[in-house]
């Protein structure tokens, strides 16, 4: 094989085979993987099996001129790692479908692989299967992951009530700071953090089991789309409203910096940027301390950013003024 080889050169059956061949060393728990029609993995016991699926698109997700492949491929699963995260899941498999421009060099399907494999590696998700095709136009990367968490200890959207405190995962705006840099197509000394975390976002898995076994949060989401989006949807779920405090809001200092040099307001970046991966949690006074020792033990920082609210709504306290929150991100 050339090095110029593009993916139509190999056929589906060869890339199927070249991807089999990286996949070795299974978990017990995995009892047919790649090669059947289906997999088989046996049920964790005691215990519920946690579904998500995401997709990253082409020119929507993003661009393979601004972005490594590998990235691509940590991001595809990174992204649904965190919904397993904010379950407080423990990740046991995933399947990943390719949908690949029949242009596409051998060689940037490999690095693809190189990362989603990885970030398998690392967080213990085997890969048991999936579907490769052709596509007409733009890479398409669509992966289910599979989990499982006690059923008693299963983290919710729905479960907040009034009066319970939110905290914040982490610090925000890392990612909508890389997506401005990569827009602007300039690099500056906050760049490397910024672009890091646009790219290969890391799931809060641990910290999202370790405060499910605590049971010391009502409810929890994964900041796939900017705080003010989230907040509004842990509201929503609990039929409550919700307050956010401007001040509190943790931006990340590169991103502030890379904000102000745009001319944009850092707080935006928090609220309404999105992709950070960050978990917001909802959480009662009685639990605030059994909480937070749970994320030391994760070690990983948490802020207060607001509470649950029993008007409807969703507002934004700054400088002692309250006002509407600002929209998250939305595809639409």
């Not at 972005?67 to 379950?87: C, E, P, Q, R, Y």
Request: aromatic share 4%.
């Amino acid at each position: 094989m050339s090095s110029g080889s593009t993916v139509a050169d190999l056929g589906e059956h060869r890339l199927i085979a070249r991807l089999r061949s990286r996949v070795i060393n299974l978990p017990p728990h995995v009892e047919l993987g790649i090669g059947d029609d289906a997999a088989a993995i046996a049920p964790a016991r005691s215990a519920l099996e946690i579904i998500t699926t995401d997709a990253l698109v082409e020119g929507v997700h993003f661009r393979r001129d601004w972005t490594a492949a590998d990235a691509i491929g940590h991001k595809a699963l990174a992204v649904n790692l965190s919904d397993l995260a904010a379950m407080g899941a423990t990740p046991r498999a995933a399947l990943l479908s390719l949908a690949l421009p029949e242009t596409m060099p051998v060689v940037e399907f490999d690095a693809l692989l190189d990362g989603f494999l990885a970030l398998a590696a690392a967080t213990a998700t085997p890969l048991v299967g999936g579907n490769i095709t052709r596509s007409p136009g733009p890479l398409m990367i669509d992966v289910t992951a599979i989990g499982s968490a006690p059923r008693r200890k299963l983290l919710r959207r729905s479960g907040g009530l009034a009066g319970d405190e939110l905290y914040v995962t982490g610090a925000l705006g890392g990612a909508a700071a890389g997506l401005l840099l990569r827009q602007s197509g300039k690099q500056d000394d906050a760049a490397g953090e910024c672009l890091t975390r646009y790219e290969r976002p890391t799931p809060q898995l641990r910290a999202g089991r370790l405060v499910a076994r605590s049971r010391t949060a009502r409810a929890a989401l994964d900041l796939s789309d900017g705080l003010a989006d989230g907040a509004r949807q842990l509201a929503s779920a609990a039929g409550l409203g919700v307050e956010v405090e401007a001040e509190k809001v943790p931006i990340l200092p590169a991103a502030a910096a890379i904000a102000r040099a745009a001319g944009r307001d850092p707080l935006e970046l928090g609220l309404s940027g999105g992709e950070d991966y960050e978990l917001l949690f909802a959480v009662g006074r009685r639990q605030r301390r059994g909480f937070l020792a749970a994320l030391r033990r994760a070690n990983v920082r948490a802020t207060l950013v607001g509470r649950l609210v029993d008007d409807q709504g969703a507002h934004l306290v700054q400088a002692g003024t309250r006002k509407p929150l600002p929209d998250g991100f939305s595809h639409f």
